[in-house]
């Protein structure tokens, strides 16, 4: 019995790690990032990385064109694509963490099962002795 509940408690533990990375995966998406050095100020931001990415946002920055807009887009750029990259991988990682947590679930179960059947394995009078 020892067997499943640390099959179930890895479980947990790798049902918890898939949600942290699904949540940073979530986050990293919409997330607009921000660059600095641009003559808006130290902190422009830009357009979150879905809409960079997925969309083709071009990032340039609205009303008249400062003379650093192009350099703005392609940094705003930049900056979407990697946050789409990392957010990505924490996608993938919360996948692999949610099968491994489901495949340890169903594991820890079938342990668990078969202990429970051997040791309530009824007996005939005869085998008992009496």
Do not use: Q
């Not at 130290?42 to 946002?57: I, Q």
Request: with cysteine.
């Amino acid at each position: 019995m020892r067997r499943a509940a640390a099959a179930n408690m890895w479980s947990n533990t790798w049902a918890i790690i898939a949600i942290v990375l699904a949540v940073l995966a979530l986050t990293l998406v919409v997330w607009n990032p921000r660059i600095g050095g641009t003559s808006y100020g130290d902190s422009y931001r830009c357009l979150a990385p879905w809409d960079t990415v997925l969309n083709g946002a071009f990032n340039t920055p609205g009303g008249d064109p400062p003379p650093d807009a192009l350099d703005v887009a392609a940094r705003c750029r930049t900056a979407g694509s990697l946050a789409f990259a990392g957010a990505a991988a924490a996608a993938a990682g919360a996948a692999a963490s949610l099968m491994a947590a489901m495949t340890l679930r169903v594991a820890g179960h079938g342990r668990a099962a078969r202990h429970a059947t051997r040791r309530t394995k009824t007996r005939t009078p005869a085998e008992s002795g009496t």
